[in-house]
């Protein structure tokens, strides 16, 4: 987490998840990113986006069940304080 000035910020996470093979998930890594504007006292518009690295990953495969696929996203917020 960065705080670049005292009205933008910056937030980077990276992980790493190794291979589950009693389930049969294998290993991926992915970042998010994060970054917010205080244009207002008590405002903060961010831009995020989860799961960069891939279009898609297995983060559980279920027994009996299919696999639990997570994509990609991204969105914006309005956070009132």
């Known amino acids: 987490s960065f705080d670049m000035t005292k009205k933008l910020q910056l937030d980077l996470l990276y992980r790493y998840v190794s291979a589950l093979p009693a389930v049969q998930a294998p290993a991926y890594s992915t970042g998010d990113v994060r970054f ?46």
């Open 36 to 81: 917010a504007w205080r244009f207002a006292e008590h405002l903060d518009l961010s831009v995020v986006g989860s799961n960069l690295f891939q279009p898609w990953h297995i983060e559980y495969a279920a027994d009996p069940g299919p696999p639990v696929g997570i994509v990609r996203s991204g969105y914006l917020s309005l956070e009132w304080r």
